[in-house]
């Protein structure tokens, strides 16, 4: 069950009827492109994930040096998903990737509990960056299929999202290995994309 941010839940009908309304406006400007990008700390899943939205073979995975592209065609749009290796020594380099971001996609290895307070301290960085700000925020809490993954509720809790108050954001529970929960994450990103005048 994802947990949902401010402002507010909507029923599944209500969802598939955002949805349908975003991808009828989108459809009417098929040339849309949509910036999303994807950033967490390293081992947390971002390439598994990636290639998961591109239907793509992901049984042999390394950890991303530099970053990742992929253009996934979606319903008459094409997303451009933008993953940003996660090593320490690379973070630094995140913010040349902030620009004209309309989606921002944060994944978090929820089991492995030692790293959250670094994590938590990635997220709120980003979170205060000028050129992300009132970006929509999806949190993927990845390797939910794990017995040692905390649950996406209580990664809310500890992160203190509540208090986030100046975007749309939500946590989705999801495994990048099993796809479960991904595109439950991708249909909240469809509802939420804010195209900002580029």
């Known amino acids: 069950m994802p947990v949902l941010g401010y402002p507010g839940t909507t029923t599944p009908l209500e969802e598939n009827m955002g949805l349908l309304s975003i991808l009828r406006r989108?459809?009417?400007?098929?040339?849309?492109?949509?910036?999303?990008?994807?950033?967490?700390?390293?081992?947390?899943?971002?390439?598994?994930?990636?290639?998961q939205l591109a239907a793509?073979?992901?049984?042999?995975?390394?950890?991303?040096?530099g970053f990742n592209i992929k253009s996934v065609q979606s319903s008459g749009f094409k997303l451009n998903v933008w993953d940003i290796g996660g090593q320490r020594k690379i973070?630094?380099?995140?913010r040349n990737y902030f620009e004209n971001t309309d989606v921002l996609i944060y994944v978090i290895?929820?089991?492995d509990r030692k790293r959250l307070e670094e994590t938590g301290l990635e997220l709120a960085e980003l979170l205060d960056?000028?050129?992300?700000?009132?970006?929509p925020l999806l949190i993927f809490a990845n390797k939910q299929d794990l017995m040692t993954a905390t649950p996406a509720s209580e990664l809310a809790e500890s992160l203190n999202l509540h208090t986030i108050r100046d975007r749309m954001w939500q946590v989705q529970a999801c495994s990048a290995l099993t796809?479960?929960?991904v595109q439950d994450g991708m249909t909240w990103v469809c509802r939420n994309i804010s195209f900002r005048k580029k």
């Open 56 to 65: 793509e073979d992901i049984s042999h995975i390394t950890p991303t040096q």
């Open 91 to 94: 973070r630094p380099y995140w």
């Open 129 to 135: 960056e000028e050129k992300l700000s009132a970006v």
């Open 179 to 181: 796809a479960e929960g």
């Open 109 to 111: 290895d929820s089991s």
């Open 26 to 51: 989108l459809k009417q400007s098929p040339e849309q492109e949509v910036r999303l990008l994807l950033l967490g700390l390293d081992n947390s899943g971002k390439t598994t994930l990636l290639k």
